[in-house]
């Protein structure tokens, strides 16, 4: 799966941007990635919920919506309420990750739960259990056009083994420096869903760069079986 990150699209036309990437299923945006940042716990501001809500109204595509805020027990559900198709927070934000996956599912919302680059997977596995999604960071949450952190792989094949052995049942994901040089080296690694910012928006035809970065997904990986994004529910 690939999901545009709308970072790096034009803010003042984004329901245009959402249609630059919708195409035939199969072709198109799987998903769009919509980066809320708060600039508390990442320097940086974007957009928040009234335009979640808008964008929601504007385009088909299920929206990734992913918390890079504080207090995501207070503030993340809302998005699920909304309408999000996947709601995402940071384990180092969350008080109580397990409670907070309940709240977004009770809304109607997969739950997905995503960690910095230097945090690590093993201490939270068992609440990975209660997830839908993981969202590896592949740089530090906050800005778009960053290198891509190739040390995070690691965390992949780990999270990959968890899935493929059956201790956990989730859709692993990876965000930050993806583009045609590096998306292979993840999909090898064993990520299901590639957000890409930079690459797919700082392109002259953002539909032509999503088809490209799939094509390169499925030369990487034959022989994987593509669920799609009901392989998570
Ligand atoms: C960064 C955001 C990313 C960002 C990725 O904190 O979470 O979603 O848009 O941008 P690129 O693909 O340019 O690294
Ligand atoms: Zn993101």
């Known amino acids: 799966m690939i999901a545009p ?32 940042m708060d600039a508390h716990f990442v320097p940086n501001l974007t957009l928040g919920l009234p335009v979640v809500q808008s964008l929601l109204k504007a385009t088909a595509v299920p929206l990734d ?43 109607g919302a997969r739950a997905g739960l995503s960690i910095k680059p230097g945090t690590p997977l093993e201490p939270y596995v068992e609440i990975l259990r209660h997830y839908d999604t993981l969202l590896v960071m592949s740089v530090e949450p906050g800005f778009g056009g960053q290198s891509f952190i ?50 797919v928006y700082g392109a002259d035809d953002p539909g032509r760069a999503v088809r490209a970065l799939r094509d390169r997904v499925r030369t990487a990986s034959p022989h994987r079986h593509w669920t799609g994004a009901e392989g998570a529910s």
């Open 65 to 107: 919506c992913h918390l890079m805020i504080e207090d995501p027990d207070r503030w993340a559900p809302a998005y699920a309420e909304a309408g999000a198709y996947n709601v995402t927070v940071h384990v180092e934000a969350a008080r109580d990750p397990v409670m907070l996956a309940r709240d977004l599912r009770a809304a």
């Open 150 to 199: 190739p040390e995070v792989l690691d965390k992949v094949r780990s999270a990959r083994r968890l899935v493929d052995t059956g201790h956990l049942t989730l859709l692993v994901e990876i965000d930050g420096g993806i583009n045609s040089d590096t998306i292979e080296a993840a999909a090898q690694a064993g990520v299901d869903c590639f957000v890409a910012g930079s690459a």
């Open 5 to 36: 990150s709308m970072l790096s699209a034009d803010f003042a036309r984004l329901a245009d941007e959402a249609d630059a990437v919708t195409g035939e299923p199969g072709a198109g945006a799987d998903w769009l990635h919509i980066d809320v």
